[in-house]
């Protein structure tokens, strides 16, 4: 059992007329086995949530902490954040011109694990792996987001979360840019980490259509870089009905 604690995190960003506060004290926990939905309107910080978390420089933590099992997540740099079990899917997954998705994958589970996979199980497990995602054998060999469609790219980022089993994943608006049918695909293969493993998943999300496929424990409302209302499944079909409008200071 794992448990990511978020405690009065505060979180600045550079501007052009000098440092703005995106988040001002997020207070949440995560353990393993749970799904939280992170929603909210543009600009409210969801976005700022997942990259200070996975250690993005541009985010600066001005207060609070971040815990992952008792060790503080804020000391390590990315890759030890990684190698804790932190793994986020990004909302604008990067191209790597010159590294194969074959090679990126078996690398970074080197590097996550301490040691290589053994071949012929590695081999197996990408191939099951990307048939579920329903991914032609050959995008093993293309490189990393290179030319890829936006589906493609979250397909992707799903593979990696299945074959590199995080303790705690943070999945930045996964469903962003994806068509009915790759958003069921997707889903599916969140579904099927948190099947077969203790995953913590935080879901970063403006809609709730794909909270129609992999269902939240929590949902939470996040508003102007806090969160400002907690509850069930039963708040993002009010959050679908009523919208944000209620939580939205008129200017």
Known sequence: MSTLEISGLHVSVEVEDGS?????????????????????????????LAYSLAGHPRYRVTSGSVTLDGE??????????????????????????GVTVSNFL??????????????????????????????????????????FSGGEKKRH????????RPKIAILDETDSGLDVDALRIVSEGVNRVKATSDVGLLLITHYT??????????????????????????????????GYDRFLTPA
Do not use: C
Not at 106 to 116: F, L, M, N, V
Not at 157 to 164: G, P, S, V
């Open 20 to 48: 703005k506060e995106i988040l001002r004290g997020v207070d949440l926990t995560v353990r393993s086995g749970e799904t939280h939905a992170i929603m909210g309107p543009n600009g409210s910080g969801k976005s700022t």
């Open 72 to 97: 503080d997540v804020l000391a390590m740099s990315v890759d030890e954040r990684a190698r804790a079990g932190l793994f986020l899917a990004m909302q604008y997954p990067v191209e790597v011109p």
């Open 106 to 147: 078996r690398t970074a589970k080197t590097a996550i694990d301490g040691q290589s996979p053994k071949l012929r199980t590695w081999v197996k497990d990408v191939k099951g792996a990307m048939a579920n995602l329903r991914m032609d054998p050959e995008f093993a060999e293309r490189n990393v987001n290179e030319g």
């Open 157 to 164: 980022e799903i593979l990696q979360m299945e074959l590199l």
């Open 209 to 242: 259509r794909i909270l129609r496929y992999i269902t939240p424990d929590f949902v939470h409302v996040f508003v102007d870089g806090r969160i400002a209302e907690e509850g069930g499944p039963e708040l993002a079909d009010r959050l679908e009905d009523e």
